[in-house]
DNA sequence: TTCTTTAATTGTAATATTACGATGAATATA
DNA sequence: TATATTCATCGTAATATTACAATTAAAGAA
């Protein structure tokens, strides 16, 4: 198989899930730790920053883009990727938010 | 390739995408919230409640242990699995100070 | 227009993940 | 001892992920 049955899930845990997801890679923490502490944000910035390609930094960009965790906009033959801040509070209130009521319920 | 080269990471950002890959399928949120509600928390219970394979319950249940979210005792013949409560507050602490660091350093 | 820069996309390879049937190991029960 | 129960593991198949070289596309500069 390789893919998993989201559709026999609540649409809260995979939710849960593809947030996850995205952040299951240390690129992807890296870029959005440079894309946090770094105002210009430039895609070519974060190539030279990460151990990786330039072809790998652009496929993990655009995962972090799939789950609006970031934006990017085109300035010329740049791209300014930001943290999409809203998407992102509302992602850290919903896995916090799961994470605490985990120990609430628990034991 | 397939493999991440976690060796050209810090290990904070590859702990974080660690435990964010444990949680990165809605059957193993399931199965954390269905622990955390049950007191019984038997193997077999888990498998009635997921619409799943006992095979397949059982390896997200081997990953959960591997990430260090759960435990399971063996009770004769049957394993009585539990969240890990200190794992899981150090890793909601951890994930927590993350999403937190990103919204008070950006933008 | 031609060249350069920037970043996405394509193609390809290696490995990981997800899923399940079948089997095996361990314990309890008849 | 034989049988049943419980769960892990093995084998296998389909798909996803990770990574990079090469190419393409788009915009700006010479």
């Keep these: 198989m390789g893919a998993s049955k989201t559709t026999l899930f609540q649409p809260e845990q995979n939710n849960l899930a593809t947030m996850a997801k995205a952040l299951s890679h240390p690129a992807r923490i890296a870029i959005l730790e440079y894309l946090a502490k770094s105002k210009t944000c430039i895609c070519g910035d974060i190539v030279d920053e990460l151990p990786l390609s330039q072809a790998t930094v ?41 994470m605490q009521s985990i120990t609430d319920t628990c034991c």
């Excluded at 085109?74 to 896995?95: L, R, T």
Aim: hydrophobic share 35%; with cysteine; glycine share 8%.
């Design 58 to 98: 652009s496929q993990h960009l655009k995962e972090l883009k799939n789950a609006c965790l970031i934006t990017g906009e085109i300035e010329g033959p740049k791209v300014c990727y930001c943290i999409n801040v809203k998407a992102w509070k509302q992602g850290k209130e919903m896995i916090s938010q799961f």
